[in-house]
């Protein structure tokens, strides 16, 4: 166990500060009894390098100590700590307890156990054996089918747990895959080796010839005997844990909640999970319970997916946080922190008179939908303004997005008009390098004017968007735009990712309906077509003094990062094409590239100033067509084309 889950520290007996509150594991599990985990707690994550081998460590340290001190010594090891949640239950019935945390210390001694018990077994100490089969399945004259197990763990580790928990599990094991098999498996072999006294090394999947070599030889059986007593000894009386069990008026979920929010792994979502799976406990019978886990939220929320790491802006986040944050944003009309995410669905979300099952639903449904954004079909409509709204970093806006996506009042004409005001907008204040800081109080309102009106939502938006002023939240007219993209050096000012998106536009728009159009792959660079290093090979024209000299060549460096001095290549290209002279560029354009926007540039015998500024006219018009302005007639026509 690692030090961030456990006191790896060997106390003697008569000192331990905890024994009021300890118990060793024959304490813990000698009665009949269950303890369960809940569904919506995570699954089985600890593994061997971080837990398992330095549990054994610790074992083997108590070991040492009952060899050299004998059954006389005093050290016992603290495994660390349960929160239990007791049940209530009928006379005569096993006591049942909810495990609130500890879950995965809990399902790692029942995995040692049953490791060592067969280890003991395979060995021939069958009492031994039997003594902690004993702590590991409840009376079958008391409990049948899964509730002869003492511990039960959470749905998604069930039949694996119930496979290795069976006796001599070993021989099924040889191929199962997952945590908890290979978390036995371990075991098992450690414990072999220390019964053997073997010199072999300890592989967590140690051959089994070799093991049945072991059994073949080595210690006699009065010396094995003796270590099948120690190691048992070891198990069920040195190792110790504090358990802790709620009084009946304590709040499991917030004791969850604060025992769990110490900087562990567990995301926001983990907490939402668990919060409104204790909330729909108590509203519905567990058979529905498991549905919703197993048909409804497993399937979606539990993907892995949702733990990748993306960035959006600065920051990497898991995917399932930003979900959590676009979602609450778009629920709550209001933007909210990444760091609020739980505290939020918690007090402005969830209350006692929630349809638990239902949210559960809406979340995994809203999901799904924010899941689509990566999966559009290619060369949609869609998937067009999500490769496009990527680079831009927009990700505020996702709220906005997932709205019109997940609103089933919005028609899909409607919502693709939506989209492309919004990509107008966005797309137009991008590449005018016009702030952003004032997007995180657009954002709400956009949704507030959206949700008023969903069957005309593009109306909606375009009244509200069109609205804004000043720096922060104007859309930028034509004549402004124009004006920049013609005569602004935009290189190394705004990012070239957004350069990339907005000249791939271009090359999008000169391909008529009835054309091919190639696939604009990942890895596209820009080019400098006059390039920064222009002095050898783009003399400057006619016959010039110093002074006009001087000049000429400062507006031509100023030409020189405009963007219609740029164009997109791919990586090998542009490394070909480098400083070289206009003839060997255009002829390496020609020969390898097959993009219209590349092979409009054969027509030019020179590469001068002139044509600069030619082409940066050209690429205005085509941008304004694109991306229309406010005043652009076709959002009064309604057209989302």
Same mark, same amino acid.
């Given at each position: 166990m690692a030090p961030a889950d456990h006191e790896r520290a060997l106390l003697p007996k008569e000192t331990n500060p905890l024994k009021p509150s300890t118990h060793n594991v024959q304490q813990l599990f000698e009665q009949a009894v269950r303890y369960t985990v809940p569904l919506y707690q995570r699954p089985y994550v600890w593994d061997e390098e971080h837990q398992w081998a330095p549990l054994w460590d610790d074992v083997m340290t108590l070991l040492d100590r009952q060899a050299s001190d004998g059954l006389s010594s005093t050290w016992t090891h603290f495994l660390g700590a349960l929160v239990l949640e007791q049940e209530k239950t009928m006379p005569g019935e096993i006591p049942q307890f909810i495990v609130i945390d500890g879950q995965q210390r809990l399902t790692t001694l029942q995995l040692l156990l049953a490791a060592?018990?067969?280890?003991?077994?395979?060995?021939?100490?069958?009492?031994?054996?039997?003594l902690l089969r004993e702590l590991i399945l409840n009376n079958p004259k008391k409990a049948k089918g899964v509730d002869r197990f003492k511990v039960w763990p959470t749905n998604a580790n069930r039949s694996a747990f119930q496979l290795v928990m069976e006796p001599s599990a070993a021989p099924t094991l040889a191929a199962a895959a997952g945590l908890i098999p290979a978390a036995y498996k371990y075991f098992r072999s450690q414990a072999l080796a220390f019964l053997m006294d073997s010199d072999e090394e300890n592989e967590t999947e140690r051959d089994e010839d070799v093991i049945d070599g072991i059994l073949a030889g080595g210690d006699d059986f009065e010396s094995r005997g003796e270590r099948s007593q120690i190691l048992r000894i070891t198990m069920c009386e040195l190792l110790k844990v504090v358990s802790i069990t709620l009084e009946p008026d304590d709040n499991a979920q917030v004791i969850f909640e604060t025992l769990n929010a110490r900087g562990t792994p567990l995301l926001a979502l983990d907490l939402v999970k668990n919060a409104v799976f204790s909330l729909v406990v108590r509203q519905v019978v567990e058979a529905i319970v498991d549905g919703l886990y197993s048909e409804v939220w497993q399937p979606e929320l539990e993907q892995e997916y949702w733990r990748d790491e993306v960035r959006q802006g600065r920051l990497f986040r898991p995917r399932g946080e930003l979900f959590l944050m676009h979602w609450l944003t778009m629920k709550l009309e209001r933007t909210i922190s990444a760091t609020e995410l739980f505290p939020t669905f918690r007090t402005a979300v969830l209350s006692n008179d929630t349809d638990a099952g239902a949210l559960i639903r809406e979340l995994c449904d809203d999901a799904a939908v924010m899941r689509s954004f990566d999966n559009q079909p290619t060369g949609s409509f869609e998937d067009v303004f999500f490769r496009r709204f990527r680079p831009l970093d927009a990700g505020t806006f996702f709220p906005v997005v997932l709205l019109l996506f997940r609103s089933a009042q919005i028609t899909v004409d409607r919502r693709r008009r939506a989209l492309r005001i919004l990509e107008s907008f966005l797309a137009r204040r991008a590449l005018m390098r016009l702030t952003a800081k004032n997007y995180n109080r657009l954002v709400p309102r956009l949704i507030v004017a959206i949700r008023k009106d969903l069957e005309h939502a593009d109306d909606a938006l375009f009244s509200a968007i069109s609205g804004g002023e000043g720096e922060i939240s104007r859309w930028p007219e034509d004549e402004e735009f124009e004006d920049w993209i013609r005569n602004y050096g935009v290189y190394g000012v705004v990012g070239q990712p957004r350069l990339i998106m907005a000249l791939a536009a271009v090359e999008a728009s000169l391909y008529s309906e009835k054309t091919d159009m190639p696939s604009l792959a990942e890895g596209l660079s820009l080019e400098h077509l006059m390039p920064q290093g222009w002095e050898e090979h783009w003399s400057l024209p006619g016959q010039l003094d110093a002074n006009e000299r001087k000049a000429a060549a400062d507006e031509r460096n100023r030409r020189l990062?405009?963007?219609?001095? =740029?164009?997109?290549?791919?990586? !090998?290209?542009?490394? %070909? =094409?480098?400083?070289?002279?206009? !003839?060997?560029?255009? %002829?390496?354009?020609?020969?390898?590239?097959k993009l219209l926007l590349n092979s409009r540039l054969g027509d030019y015998e020179e590469w001068t100033d002139h044509a600069i500024d030619e082409r940066g006219a050209f690429l205005a018009r085509r941008l304004l067509e694109i991306w229309p302005g406010p005043s652009n007639p076709v959002w009064t026509t309604g057209s989302s084309h």
């Open positions: 060592t018990a067969d280890a003991l077994a395979e060995v021939g100490a069958a009492d031994d054996s039997a990062h405009r963007l219609g001095n =740029l164009t997109i290549v791919t990586q !090998a290209l542009n490394a %070909s =094409l480098s400083n070289g002279p206009w !003839a060997a560029k255009r %002829s390496g354009l020609n020969a390898h590239s």
